[in-house]
Nanobody, 122 residues
Framework: VQLQASGGGLVQAGGSLRLSCTASGRTFSRYGMGWFRQAPGKEREFIAAISGGAGSTYYVDSVKGRFTISRDNAKNTVYLQMNSLKPEDTAVYYC????????????????WGQGTEVTVSS
């Protein structure tokens, strides 16, 4: 599966952005999807996941209550709605797909998008 992420940009602290990730193929609903981010000089961080049928979600503590992951299987797209953004959210954001229907371990993710950059100014 090939993934294309979009929606990044520059936003002020407290603002919102919605990232999108569109996948190729006809079996999108079978894949667990996740969002990751990598800030400058830091390791990649797993921040959110959603199951194939969208019934289960996972969030890292640092984004709980501010970010929402969702998906539209008819459009082969997963979203990350980011609200109340903070300067520490500045990073390149990546979407990824796992063959398992719901993956909360980074090692399960096999397919990666190219990343979209989010910059939050203070």
């Amino acid at each position: 599966v090939q993934l294309q992420a979009s929606g990044g940009g520059l936003v002020q602290a407290g603002g919102s952005l919605r990232l999108s990730c569109t996948a190729s193929g006809r079996t999108f609903s079978r894949y667990g999807m996740g969002w990751f981010r990598q800030a400058p000089g830091k390791e990649r961080e797993f921040i959110a996941a959603i199951s194939g049928g969208a019934g289960s979600t996972y969030y890292v503590d640092s984004v709980k209550g501010r970010f929402t992951i969702s998906r539209d299987n008819a459009k082969n797209t997963v979203y990350l709605q980011m609200n109340s953004l903070k300067p520490e959210d500045t990073a390149v954001y990546y979407c990824a797909a796992a063959r398992s229907s719901f993956a909360t371990i980074e090692a399960r993710y096999e397919f990666w998008g190219q990343g979209t950059e989010v910059t939050v100014s203070s």
